[in-house]
């Protein structure tokens, strides 16, 4: 393609080869901000939703109020939540990825607490039987049990950040969303429709991710089904 | 603490509340559009997973619909929907990416409520003699409502979240009240009108969750 007065770009096309050829370390930046922003919140989000639920688990009466703020934690919208962490951190990738460790957080606590609810009252006591501490029933009998559950809020809350970081383009720092941003700001068609169509595929492309680990680390679930 | 004083003062203030940029007028924007949104969702999504359910077909369809709607950035949807021929049309494409997105809750929902009618009554139904259309809607509608209103809380509460993002297309709603407030660099008018969607979303599950309680109280009875 050359670069004449009616190639695709001037032409405002949809798709547009010119676009993705001279703009391609553009999206790549995008491209690597989505990412980071995302594996940050959904890590710092897991490490936070495991000892909670694991609490909840042995405190009986802890189980309902950490459900009850994380629900209300995610019914509060994107937008809001983003703005409402503004007095916090400023304008900054911080505020945008607080917002998404609370909305993951929801999702990774009531999963992870569904898994260990989940573990037979039976393997337990076969276990303390054997002579199990707490410790040790906790973290190879009762944790490994309850991945499967786990895992499936993991990808949930993968996916859904994925598709939240682009609301953090009214800070500034949300990936590709700020190319999209932009793009509908100068009526750019392209930039939108390549931003948006590699945010949607790089979101698949981490639950099929997320899937295969789930299988690779719990190989006794597919046995079990067949 | 300063910045909640301010934001107390932003809300207090009644000149913040009057006008075609005041808060009620605002808020008016944002239930009229998220009511219409939720009854032309409804209106797409519950024939569909009724029948579907009723006949049993489409299962994977159903369910899977909603995770595939979650990576979906509603946000790409609207910007990308604005840029064609739907643009020109005012609401449009707000009205268009909202209704998209509340659909798969509903429909999984729904779908869901359906299949989870014990099949032992809708045997018994069949054998004393009911067509169809009288087994839809004397056993299997009934028994399925509380997981079908469920859907449609969730859908609700999650449109009156997803309803400010349409202010970043220059929609309106509430949602005008934070970019508003993000141009003018005031963060008292951006935390005001976060706690507002916030305490709206809120509101709104309350009183959905009070009218699935008020739901007719013999499809509880049957849990």
């Known amino acids: ?226 | 603490m300063n910045t909640l004083g301010a934001t107390w003062h932003w809300l207090t203030d009644p000149a913040h509340w009057a006008g075609d940029d005041g808060i009620r007028h605002r808020w008016e924007q944002h239930l009229v559009l998220t009511v219409v949104c939720l009854l032309i969702a409804c209106v797409i999504a519950l024939p569909v997973a009724l029948v579907l359910g009723h006949l049993g077909k489409g299962g994977a369809l159903a369910v899977n619909i909603s995770n595939v709607g979650r990576a979906v950035p509603t946000f790409a949807v609207l910007v990308l929907l604005l840029l064609t021929p739907v643009g020109a049309w005012g609401e449009g494409p707000t009205v268009v990416a909202l209704v998209l997105f509340a659909v798969p809750p509903l429909l999984t929902n729904a779908y869901v409520g359906m299949r989870e009618v014990d099949r032992d009554v809708v045997r018994s139904a069949r054998g004393m003699g009911m067509t169809g259309r009288q087994m839809l809607f004397r056993v299997e509608l009934p028994l399925a409502l509380p997981l079908v209103l469920n859907g449609v809380r969730i859908a609700a509460v999650q449109l009156v979240a997803t309803a400010t993002i349409a202010a970043l297309a220059g929609g309106g709603g509430l949602g005008r009240i934070i970019t508003a407030g993000f141009n003018l660099a005031s963060t008292p008018q951006v935390v005001a009108g976060a706690v507002l969607v916030a305490v709206f979303a809120l509101v709104v599950e309350g009183v959905l969750e009070a009218v699935e309680r008020l739901a007719p109280r013999r499809t509880r009875d049957s849990r």
């Open chain 1, 1 to 226: 393609m050359t670069a004449s007065p009616d190639d695709c770009l001037a032409r405002n096309d949809w798709i547009c080869g010119e676009y993705l050829r001279t703009r391609r370390h553009i999206l790549l930046e995008a491209v690597l901000q989505h990412l980071q922003l995302t594996a940050a919140s959904v890590l710092i989000a897991l490490v936070i939703a495991v000892p909670m639920a694991v609490l909840a688990r042995r405190w009986g009466w802890a189980a309902p109020p950490v459900l009850g703020v994380t629900t209300i934690l995610y019914t509060i919208p994107s937008l809001a939540m983003f703005s409402l962490l503004l007095p916090l951190y400023g304008l900054s990738a911080a505020l945008v990825v607080a917002g998404l460790v609370l909305y993951s957080l929801t999702l990774l606590v009531r999963n992870i607490l569904a898994g260990l609810r989940a573990v037979p009252e039976d393997t337990r006591q076969a276990a303390r039987g054997v002579g199990y501490g707490p410790v040790r029933l906790l973290l190879t009998v009762e944790l490994p049990l309850a991945l499967p559950a786990a895992m499936a809020g993991l990808r949930i809350a993968t996916v859904s950040a994925f598709s939240l970081v682009t609301v953090g383009a009214i800070v500034g720092f949300g990936g590709l969303g700020n190319l999209i941003y932009a793009g509908m700001n100068t009526y750019f068609k392209a930039q939108v429709l390549t931003a948006s169509v590699l945010c949607v595929v790089i979101a698949v492309a981490a639950d099929l991710l997320l899937l295969g680990a789930q299988r690779l680390i719990t190989p006794w679930t597919r046995a079990g089904r067949e």
